[in-house]
């Protein structure tokens, strides 16, 4: 047996203690969490961090408490030893013992509670219609892979760049739901797994030889994570969907009639980080094509800040469910604050998760950066304008959120903890709303988009009172607690 040598306490790790992580491969360097856009943490830390993360010593380690799941310790690991998946196996057999409090329905959908329902209760009519025609899984050589995120803005497939691949489009939240780049997070890999070999056994069935990947980001799950981690490899060329646009955009096949002359700054989402950040230089490119300049965030690249989403993750522990928002909306604010920054015109974002949290908290926090899709500004340098109504849809997210929140603050039976379902490899329905959670979110959107909240003022209290909180907890337990802490040590 292949043994690592002793650390710490005297306890030896080898490979077979860790179903991902590497621990032959690492040298206990520190350089994981050194550069740890979140942490970043002095080295002589650094290295206690990851040592005490292989002794399953979790309470000692700032990284199982703070990590914010955006991949960048992965990418820079000189050994490839993947601390990222340490971080998420250590989490892993905590939620085994512990389960996963409520809120994280959310991102579960065969959970009711889930994201996708409760928007879908407050769509236009021809979005439905839309999201219908995706749940069609007839066999095709194309396909164009929605992915989560997309389910929750179907008007960004409203322009005639997509005209092409308009028919290929599938992944409706009632056919299947994408990659599962969200539930990795949580360190379920079972369900990760369960769920990529449904989309590997659909795809198989449908007779796919090329897929595009709506999300970008999203797809490095098949490209990169599915096939490394589980094995499941999928035989077909993948692309994202703004390869395709820049391909298009460099033989001339899409015409760029107007150059945009903006300042613009770009979310690079955690996934994006993969396979060399080739996603990372199609957007930017893309963006420099039709005009835009731009400026870049202190983080950025392959250090770049998560958008506040995965932030939630670390917290996932029952009990811990209002530290879990807090965290994240803490996230979230340093990242649109960064944006803010740079004064650029606008923030823009090639995923459509990061799109989802980015535009909520703009909202909430009342920060103001305009935020667009990359397709959307390819859409105005060709002449069209995007349907753009992010903000309005950051309200319907957040009337669905209010929702569950409440129902977690009334009832301690809802806060109880759950294991994720089984994922079956048949398409399974999407699990919807109970009739009374459809009402009150229908209330609370209605409430949401009257003049009561949708003017300068109330605004103006909600984000106030928002940052205050935000400011409370980053002082007592976040980011500026830690930064204090070590300073002090
Ligand atoms: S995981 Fe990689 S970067 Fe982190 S300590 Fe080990 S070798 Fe160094
Ligand atoms: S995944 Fe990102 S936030 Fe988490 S420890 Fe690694 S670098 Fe830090």
Not at 141 to 150: D, H, R, W
Not at 201 to 222: D, R
Not at 437 to 448: N, V
Request: aromatic share 10%.
């Amino acid at each position: 047996m292949n043994e690592k040598k002793e650390r710490g306490t005297g306890s030896i790790k080898n490979k077979k203690d860790f179903r991902f992580f590497d621990v032959e491969k690492c040298d206990d360097c520190g350089i994981c969490f050194s550069t740890c856009p979140v942490m970043e943490l002095p080295e002589e830390y650094a290295k206690k961090d990851i040592m005490a993360l292989i002794q399953g010593d979790v309470e000692s380690s700032q990284a199982y408490d703070r990590c914010n799941t955006c991949h960048t310790c992965d990418v820079v690991c000189p050994q490839n030893a993947d601390p990222y998946e340490l971080i998420l196996e250590r989490w892993g057999e905590k939620r085994m013992e512990t389960g996963i409090p409520h809120i994280a329905v959310t991102v579960f959908p065969n959970e009711p509670g889930n994201y996708w329902g409760s928007i879908k209760a407050l769509m236009p009519k021809e979005e439905l219609e839309m999201i219908d025609r995706w749940a069609d899984l007839h066999p095709r050589k194309e396909v164009v892979l929605t992915g989560f995120y997309s389910n929750i803005f179907p008007y960004l497939t409203q322009t005639k760049l997509l005209d092409d691949l308009r028919p290929a489009i599938a992944g409706s939240p009632e056919a299947f739901f994408g990659c599962a780049g969200d539930i990795y997070k949580t360190g379920a890999f079972d369900v990760v797994e369960q769920m990529g070999k449904r989309m590997q056994k659909i795809f198989s069935e449908m007779g796919v030889e090329k897929m595009y990947c709506l999300m970008s980001a999203e797809s490095m799950m098949p490209r990169e994570v599915l096939p490394k981690r589980f094995g499941i490899n999928f035989d077909f060329e993948i692309q994202s969907i703004e390869e395709w646009l820049l391909e298009r955009i460099r033989s001339g096949k899409i015409e760029i009639k107007k150059k945009l002359d903006m300042k613009v700054t770009l979310q690079d989402g955690c996934l994006s980080k993969l396979k060399g950040g080739i996603e990372q230089d199609i957007n930017r490119e893309i963006l420099q094509r039709i005009g835009c300049e731009i400026i870049e965030m202190e983080h950025n690249h392959e250090k770049a800040l998560c958008c506040g989403y995965g932030a939630s993750a670390s917290k996932l522990w029952p009990g811990m469910d209002l530290f879990a928002v807090l965290y994240l909306m803490e996230s979230s604010l340093r990242r649109l604050k960064e944006a803010e920054a740079t004064g650029a015109d606008a923030l823009v974002v090639y995923c459509h998760g990061c799109l989802f949290m980015l535009s909520m908290m703009n909202e909430f926090l009342n920060i103001k950066i305009p935020i667009y899709h990359v397709t959307e500004l390819v859409q105005m340098a060709i002449g069209e304008e995007p349907v753009h109504k992010h903000a309005y849809r950051a309200w319907d997210v957040i009337a669905g959120v209010t929702n569950l929140l409440l129902k977690c603050v009334l009832s301690p039976s809802y806060r109880a903890p759950f294991q994720p379902k089984p994922v079956s490899e048949e398409v399974e329905p999407l699990a919807k709303p109970s009739e009374d959670d459809i009402r009150m979110i229908e209330a609370f959107a209605k409430l949401y988009h009257s003049p009561i909240v949708q003017n300068f003022v109330t605004k103006a209290l909600i984000g106030a009172a928002s940052r205050a909180i935000v400011a409370v907890y980053s002082n007592v337990w976040g980011r500026s607690y830690y930064e204090r802490k070590l300073k002090r040590d």
